[in-house]
């Protein structure tokens, strides 16, 4: 059985930083041949697509509103995606979730993905 879990949500304060861990385990295939991703989804609004990390393809993907600010990396000994997210602002507040997805063709399309996490919350005040 495949899981993915989150931890690493909380509140700060604007302009504060989090990294969020996505701990895998149960996967068919192996860790790399994942692509992971993150998303969010705020309060009335759609889930969207934050980054993705695929080690298979060597590619990292940033939504434009999060380049610069928030970092994907991974560790495979760990089979762990994290998600370093600094200059936060209030904007970025939502439930946070990490997916997985073993095709890896379109990052940031809920769809796509085959597996989901139970979500964290970030919340940035202002």
């Known amino acids: 059985e495949v899981q993915l879990v989150e931890s690493g949500g909380g509140l700060v304060q604007t302009g504060g930083s989090l990294r969020l861990s996505c701990a895998a385990s149960?996967?068919?295939?192996?860790?790399?041949?994942?692509?992971i991703g993150w998303f969010r989804q705020a309060p009335g609004k759609e889930r969207e697509g934050v980054s993705c990390?695929?080690?298979?393809?060597?590619?990292?993907h940033y939504a434009d509103s999060v380049k610069g600010r928030f970092t994907i990396s991974s560790d495979k000994a760990k089979n762990t995606v994290y998600l370093q997210m600094n200059n936060l602002k209030p904007e970025d507040t939502a439930v946070y979730y990490c997916?997985?997805?073993?095709?890896?063709?379109?990052?940031?399309?809920?769809?796509?993905?085959?597996?989901w996490g139970q979500g964290t919350q970030v919340t940035v005040s202002s």
């Open positions: 990390i695929n080690n298979s393809k060597g590619k990292t």
């Open positions: 149960g996967f068919t295939f192996a860790f790399d041949d994942y692509a």
């Open positions: 997916a997985a997805d073993a095709r890896g063709n379109n990052w940031d399309l809920v769809r796509e993905y085959d597996y």
